[in-house]
């Protein structure tokens, strides 16, 4: 993960700017600036168990956007991301997504 952060930071001269990587069950990493410190989150485990992955990335990135929009630290981000897309894992389809 912090491979594929760095690289994309040098090659995309996203100095600046703040780059997520979600790696499944790995959770996920980011970093907000090349000369800032690598972020992780562990991955949310759901209670009952993986039930459908379907859309589990996008649900990450709809709320890494949100609590990013919403002024929160890398650390709380990547957390609340990984959150809702455990909570996804852990139901059939999107309706009622209980987190």
């Known amino acids: ?3 594929a952060i ?4 040098r090659e995309f001269a996203a100095h600046q700017a703040t780059v997520i990587c979600p790696w499944g069950e790995k959770g996920a990493c980011g970093r907000a600036s090349i000369s800032g410190p ?3 989150a562990e991955v949310y485990q759901p ?13 990450f990135i709809g709320a890494a956007l949100h609590y990013l929009n919403r002024g ?3 650390e709380v981000v990547l957390k609340e991301a990984c959150r809702v897309a ?3 894992c ?3 389809g999107l309706l009622n997504l209980g987190i």
């Open 47 to 59: 209670e009952g168990g993986l039930v459908d992955t379907l859309a589990a990335g996008d649900c």
């Open 6 to 9: 760095d690289g994309v930071q």
């Open 90 to 92: 852990g139901q059939k």
């Open 1 to 3: 993960m912090t491979e």
């Open 86 to 88: 455990g909570s996804k």
């Open 38 to 40: 690598f972020v992780t």
């Open 72 to 74: 929160n630290p890398l």
